[in-house]
């Protein structure tokens, strides 16, 4: 089943949550001149068109990235992403979003490697065309919980992975979960990054356990819900599981949550931010 197109969510407020604290935790990887490598297991297209039929027929954007990029309050913890943002719209307010590519695109160095797996011919091809002069970058149209699995431990022992399901079959939950927790068994100093949606509570709940079930350390577990939870269809908010997070995560993230509800919300938002399960 591949329905899911990232196009109509691009910029929504689940990316700016999932994209600024990939940017940061990208940015502290360049902090050291040693090489990393950047998975990407679900890499959808690389780049969005705001314009284009899919962003305007959902307008998701609009309650995300467009509230936020020409705000002069926004905190510093947002300014690796936002001003990424801004450097790809030079001559527009906004007319381009990037997906995970896009942005580790931004941040990786010559000594750096990049692998993306997508498996939707469509979104593959503008993948590929997306990462046209990107030098080491190897890009596979197969499965990306495998495709992490036959990486790791990377060669330089640093590495990113972002695992970005779309959740459209159920078992996406624990098998993300699973694959995290496999990964970790071959290279558990790796930082990963885990985005899920809320819609139904207990399938999170399920997957905190089996988190905490595991030999997993240190898993920082984020969340921002727009609204209260409901038994009706849709994602109320958004959150993150990050294995091994950068040190200051905690303390930018702390400044991210309120300022998001503040620009982004209503009365009805909230948030946590909390260490699932210690060092
Ligand atoms: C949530 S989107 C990814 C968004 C992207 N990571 C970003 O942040 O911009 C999920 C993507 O995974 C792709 N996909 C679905 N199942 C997959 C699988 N088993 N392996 C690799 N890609 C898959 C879908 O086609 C879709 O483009």
């Not at 089943?1 to 990208?26: E, I």
Request: charged share 25%; aromatic share 12%; proline share 5%.
């Amino acid at each position: 089943m591949l329905s899911y197109r990232h196009a109509f969510h691009a910029g929504n407020f689940a990316d700016v949550l999932k994209h600024s604290v990939l940017s940061l935790v990208l940015d502290y990887m360049t902090r050291k001149e040693k090489g990393f490598c950047y998975i990407d297991s679900h890499s959808g297209a690389g780049m969005y068109q705001l314009a284009d039929e899919y962003a305007q027929k959902t307008g998701e954007y609009k309650n995300g990235i467009a509230k936020i990029i020409n705000d002069d309050e926004a905190p510093e913890s947002l300014e690796p992403y936002l001003s990424l943002i801004s450097s790809l719209n030079l001559n527009s307010e906004l007319d381009v979003y990037p997906g995970s590519p896009g942005i580790a695109k931004a941040f990786v160095r010559r000594q750096d490697s990049s692998h993306l797996f997508e498996l939707h011919p469509t979104d593959i091809q503008h993948l590929q065309d997306f990462c046209q002069r990107w030098r080491k970058v190897f890009i596979k149209q197969s499965d990306g919980y495998q495709g992490v699995l036959g990486l790791l431990p990377p060669p330089s022992r640093r590495g990113v992975v972002l695992i970005d399901p779309p959740y459209e079959l159920k078992e996406d939950y624990p098998k993300a979960v699973k694959t995290i927790v496999k990964a970790y068994a071959k290279f558990s100093t790796g930082t990963y990054i885990l985005w899920y949606p809320v819609v139904k509570r207990e399938l999170i709940e399920q997957m905190s356990d089996n988190f905490s079930k595991s030999t997993v350390k240190n898993v920082l577990q984020v969340e921002f819900c727009l609204e209260s939870d409901t038994d009706e269809y849709g994602m109320t908010g958004t959150g993150l599981f990050i294995v091994n997070p950068p040190w200051q995560l905690t303390a930018q993230l702390e400044e991210i949550l309120p300022y998001m509800k503040n620009k982004l919300g209503s009365n009805d938002t909230s948030f946590t931010l909390k260490q699932l399960i210690a060092e």
